[in-house]
């Protein structure tokens, strides 16, 4: 009786295919159409798949995405910035909105109906038919004000030390707890002003939140175990700006910088085996402990 000659092997997904490549997970064969590199020979587009299912996501030290190491969320805060800044302008009916006005000599803008809008004011009895401002009920003014700018000059100054720092400190934390980060320090900061500030007094800019930038770096670069000795000048002289120059928030810059280090001391220091919950617990006690300062002036600012 005689053998019947040997079968030359197909691929499985092209069966009109021949080769004698297999994959070296589930050993089917493969044609070159469905190879996929891997670290050791060719797997097949199925295995591949499965692999990505069952792989964990690359983490960051402190439990953030790899997704932050292409800075899109610094990206998305610049543009937004850039973008109400050109509101801004276009909003101006005084003509100082771009450059000249108040602070800095005249460098930076003057006010401008956007700015009137969403900056920090406690109660202030704009040219409208009633008071305006936190007190009077307007809070959204506490997010909104870290987006606006008092000029061209304003913008950007914040706008490169939020692309020297955001890029560093995405990649370092990941998007969303960076994110996390830059908005608790910003209302932070914008609290601050409401809290200390005159209640006719308006506030806004990315400072607050660019000052908690700062210290965040320095608290995340202390826990790595790298040398700070780079970050305390260029933070020494933004805080010999804050209580020299005119027409700046000290409240705000000083609240930015303390909430911003609370906020990484809480995204750095969380236990490793329930770090997410930490972290994110963590940021709804800052935020709530906000909110009930932000409730206490205001009920102080209607009494009088």
Known sequence: MSESPPTTPVC???????????????ERP??????????????????????????????????????????????????????????????????D???????????????????EWGSVVGLFPLPFPADHGVAAGEYYRLITAMFLHYGLLHLAMNMWALWVLGRSLEATLGPLRFLGLYLVAGLGGNVAAYLFSLPNQMTAGASTAIFGLFAALFVIMRKLGRDTSAVIPILVINLVFTFTVSNISVAGHLGGLALGAVMALVLAYAPRARRTLFQFGGGAVIVVALLGLTLLRTATLVVL
């Open 97 to 115: 909105s771009a450059v000249g006005g108040t602070g800095f000599g005249g460098l930076l803008g003057g006010p401008t109906p956007l700015t």
């Open 12 to 26: 499985y997904r092209h069966p009109s295919r021949e080769t004698y490549v297999r994959c070296t997970r589930c």
């Open 30 to 95: 493969i044609c070159p159409d469905c190879m996929r590199e891997a670290s050791v020979g060719h797997q097949c587009p199925e295995c591949v798949a499965e692999g990505r299912r069952t792989q964990r996501p690359a983490r960051t030290v402190f439990g953030g995405g790899a997704a932050g190491r292409h800075g899109y969320v610094t990206k998305t805060l610049l543009g937004l910035n850039v973008l109400l800044m050109l509101l801004s302008i276009l909003s101006d009916r005084g003509g």
